[in-house]
C-alpha cells in the first residue's frame, strides 16, 4: 500500500463513537482499536500483546481497556497495567499508540511519527454540526484500492459520462478543463459552468455555476458550489466569484477516503445547501442524488479494479485531465520518500 | 493456463449478443469486450488504454464504442478516435483487437495471430438455427479448470457411473472401448451399443445403437447419433452405418468449454432430435436429461478439482478408456509448443 | 501445520457413520473417505489414482469401494481391484489406507506411520453412549487454526473474561492459577473453587467445585468436575477429592479439536451430569449453556486469527496462566522432531 504514513487519516463519525463503546477498524492495514472517555479520544494497536487478541473485543473499564480473552488490562497510552494470576507486568507489555482527535464531526487518527502529529494539518472540513450548512451524512465500503478512488476525485471530466444519469452532467463539461492551484497539502480545483441549469433547487433556470475544491493529503475533498446570475463568470473574468453574491444551490461537501487495507477502503461523505440557500428537503435530495452518483462510482472503480487485477504490467496513457491525479501522484511520491529518509515509522 | 491461441473459442451465443449492446468476459483469463454493428462483431481488449476501466460499461456510438468513465472513444480496430478535453490522440492509444465471427449460432473468438485466423478452421457444428434439427440451448459454468471437462468428454466411460440415474447407461457401457480416429484438429470416436433399449423415444424398443463425435481444438464437441433395427452393429461390420437408415432416436448435440479464467469455464451446448425423427416435446425432454446429466458433471469435475488443488503433486494413472485423453493432450502440446517456436503471441 | 502425525485424530461421531454410508472429510489437510462394512472401519486417501476424483463420491459394494468417475473399484486395503474396459491392474494402482477404529463414540484415525498405530494410546475418554452419564452431542466448524483452540483449552483463565455471560464464572476465577501436572501424552489441570455456587443444578447453594481435566495430544480434553461441601477443598488439603463423596453438579466433558486443514478446524464434544447426580433436563440445560459458551469461544477465535494473519510476524507475551500452553507446545514440538528423525511418514 503506497500511503503517506504522517498524515490525519478520517477513521470514523465523531457521532459513531459514543461514550465507552470500543470500536475495532483498520487504517493502512493496522488495526486499530477506538475508544472515548470523558471526550478524549484513544486509539491503539488492536492487538493484546498476550495472545493477539482484539482489543476491540474488550471492554471500558473507566479510561482502560480489558482484554477480554484473558483479562489483561491497558491504560489508555498502551501500556498493560494488569495481568489476572500475577504481580508483575512485564514493561515491554505494551501496544503501539495513534494520535487521535475529534474535529469537524470526524475522528481522525495519524498514522505516523507521533512526534509529527500536528493538528493544524487537519484541514477545515465542513463538519456536519456546522450550523451554516445543512448535510446529511454517508459512508460506503469499497472492494477497490483508495488510490483508484482519490484518482477520481481527482478528475472531475468523469462526470460527464459515470454521472450523466445522477448528477446529469452534460459531455461538454469535459470538454474543458479545470483551473489546477498547489496547494501545501493538495491541490485547488476551478470551474465555472457557463449557461447551465442550477443543478439541485432550480433546473428550469439557467445560472452560471462554480464549484471549486480542494483535494488534500493523505484523501480529504473539500469542496462549496453555488450558481450566479447568467454572465458572472466573464464578469469575474472565470476567477473566484463572491460567495455572498451566489442566487442559487449554494452548497458544499466534505469527503474522506481511507485505505483500511489492500482493495478496501472506506468513503466517508456529508453534504447539502447552506441554510440561506436550502431546507430540508433540499438537503435530502442532495443527499439522494450524491449517494446514487457514488454508487455509479463504486460500480465502475470496482470493475476498473478487477481489470487491474487481472493485467500482468498494468501502464495508464494519462489525458490532459490528469494534470490534477499526476501532481497529487507526485506529491504522495515525494511525501512517502520524505518519510523513508526519516527514522523509520513502521 | 495450458490451451493454445492460433483457435477459435466459442466467446458467447449469437442470439446473446444483440445488435450495439456491449457483453464484456474473459477467455484465457483476458478481457474481451464484444459487440455487433450492422452485422459485423468486434472484439477488443476490454480495457481502456487510459485508466484501465472496461470498455464493457462503455455505450455503443454507431460502430465506435465509448469509454463512460472519462470518455474516450474508440473505433472497432482498437484504435482511439476522440479524448475529451484535448484535441491530439497518441497513436500508441489503441488496444488489442481480437478477430471475431459469428457463425453456426455461436461467436467465435481468435486468440491468437490476427493473420493465422482462417475461419475454415471453424468446425461445423449444429446451429441451433440448423433447419434439420430441433435443438435446445444451454449454458453452465464451472469453478474448474476446462480442461477437466475436456478430459471428460473424452472418455465416455464416466456415462456408466456418473450418468446411471440421467442417460441411463449401462454399467457394460463401460467394458467395451470406442473405436478412436486422429482427425487434423482432434479426434474421432465411434461406437455401437447393440441391443440396446432406444434411449429417449423408444426405451421400450431394443435396437442397436450408434453414436459417434468428434473432439476438436480448443474443445469443440460435435455428434450425432441413432438407433437402428436389430442386426444393424453386425450388417455394418461395426463400422459407420447408413444415417438414412437410422429408425429411431436420431439427434445431434454440439458443445464448446471456454476457458474463461484460472479455475473458471463456461460450458456451451444444444441438443435434440432430427425433425424426422421427434417433436418439441422430445427435444424438451432430450434437454432436460441433458441439463441432469451435465450437472452431475459438474457436480463430479468440481469435487475432482478441489482434490487436485490440495494434492501436492498431482499424477494420474490412465486406463485404457484414456487413449482419446492422452492423444489429444498430445496435440495441444504440439500446437502450443509450434506457437511458441513462432514469433511471441503475448 | 504443526502437529503430530502419530497420533489418533477424531474424523466423526461414530452414530455419523452409518454401515455403507462413504464419508468425505480431511484431516491435516488430507482427505480421508471413511466407511464402515460389517463393523470394521476403513480410511483410504480420498482421491482416486485414475484421476484424482473424490472417491468419497463414489459408492459401497461390500466391502469394496466404486470410484463414481470412471468406475475403478478398490477393495479396503485401498488396492484397486478392477478398472472398466481391461483386465490387468497396475499393482501401483492403489492409494493410501489410514489405521482408524471406533472406540468411545468416535472415529479415531491415525495419521502417521500405520505401524506404530497402538489403540491402547487412545485416552479413556467419556463415551456419549457411556451408561453412567447422561451426555450431549455438538460440533462446531471453525474457520481458524486448531491450536489455537488447543491452547485456549489449555489456559482456563479466559473463563473469567469469554465466558461472564454463559457458565457465569467470576472474575476472580482467574486470579489463582491451576495445579498443572505432566502426564505421558498431555497434562493434567486441578483446580479446587472454594465457597462458589454449584453452577448448574443449585447456584443458591455454595459449594466448594473441584474441576480435573487431561488435555492430551493431538488434541482431546477430558474432564469431570463436582460439588463438595464446604470445606472440602481445605480438608482435602486442595488436593484430589474423593468422587464419591461429591454433594451436587457431578459432570464431565469429552472434546476433541481436529485440525481439518490450515485454519479449518473441527471442534467434537460432548457434556452432561452423572447419572446418580442429574437427570435429562440438567443435561439439556448443560449442553445449552455450552453451546453458549463455544460460541463465545467461536467469536473471540475467529477474531484472534483475524489480527494473527494481518500481523507480519506474530509474538505473544505469555503469562503465568500460559504455563500449560508452553509445556504442551513443547510436548507437540518434541514429538514431530521424534517424528522427522524416524523414517519419512509423507
Avoid at 168 to 184: I, N, R
Avoid at 197 to 202: A, E, L, Q, V
Avoid at 335 to 344: C, M, P, T, V
Wanted: aromatic letters at 10%.
Amino acid at each position: 500500500m503506497n500511503y503517506p504514513r504522517n498524515a490525519w487519516y478520517v477513521a470514523s463519525w465523531s457521532n459513531q463513537l459514543p461514550e465507552s463503546q470500543l470500536a475495532g477498524l483498520t487504517i493502512l492495514d493496522e488495526p486499530i482499536v477506538l475508544w472515548r472517555t470523558g471526550g478524549k479520544v484513544h486509539a491503539l494497536a488492536d492487538r493484546c500483546v498476550h495472545r493477539l487478541a482484539p482489543l476491540s473485543l474488550g471492554r471500558c473499564e473507566g479510561s482502560h481497556l480489558r482484554c477480554m480473552y484473558h483479562g489483561f488490562l491497558y491504560d489508555s497510552s498502551g501500556q498493560v497495567v494488569a495481568i489476572p494470576g500475577q504481580d508483575k507486568i512485564p514493561p515491554r507489555a505494551r501496544v503501539r499508540s495513534y494520535p487521535a482527535v475529534d474535529i469537524h464531526g470526524w475522528i481522525w487518527v495519524w498514522m505516523g511519527d507521533p512526534e509529527k502529529a500536528d493538528e493544524s494539518l487537519i484541514p477545515a472540513t465542513y463538519s456536519i454540526d456546522d450550523p451554516q450548512w445543512l448535510q446529511g451524512q454517508g459512508t460506503i465500503d469499497y472492494n477497490a484500492e483508495a488510490q483508484l478512488i482519490h484518482d477520481n476525485l481527482l478528475d472531475f471530466s468523469h462526470l460527464s459520462f459515470v454521472h450523466a444519469n445522477s448528477f446529469g452532467t452534460p459531455d461538454d463539461f469535459s470538454e474543458s478543463l479545470p483551473k489546477v492551484t498547489a496547494l501545501p497539502q493538495g491541490m485547488r480545483f476551478e470551474r465555472w459552468l457557463v449557461n447551465t441549469p442550477s443543478p439541485f433547487s432550480h433546473p428550469e433556470q439557467l445560472v452560471d455555476f462554480y464549484q471549486q475544491y480542494d483535494f488534500l493529503v493523505p484523501g480529504i475533498l473539500v469542496m462549496w458550489f453555488g450558481g450566479f446570475t447568467a454572465g458572472s463568470a466573464q464578469a469575474n473574468n472565470f476567477g473566484r466569484p463572491d460567495f455572498s453574491r451566489a442566487t442559487s444551490d449554494v452548497g458544499c461537501t466534505s469527503q474522506a477516503v481511507t485505505p483500511m487495507g489492500p482493495r478496501q477502503s472506506r468513503y466517508f461523505f456529508s453534504t447539502g445547501p447552506h441554510r440561506s440557500h436550502g431546507d430540508e428537503a433540499l438537503k435530502d435530495a442532495m443527499m439522494a442524488t450524491t449517494q446514487q452518483a457514488f454508487e455509479e462510482d463504486r460500480t465502475m472503480i470496482t470493475a476498473q479494479q478487477a481489470i487491474i487485477d487481472r493485467t500482468p504490467s498494468p501502464t495508464v496513457i494519462p489525458s490532459a485531465h490528469d494534470r490534477g491525479i499526476t501532481m497529487f501522484h507526485n506529491m504522495v511520491a515525494r511525501l512517502i520518500k520524505e518519510e523513508s529518509g526519516g527514522r523509520a515509522q513502521h
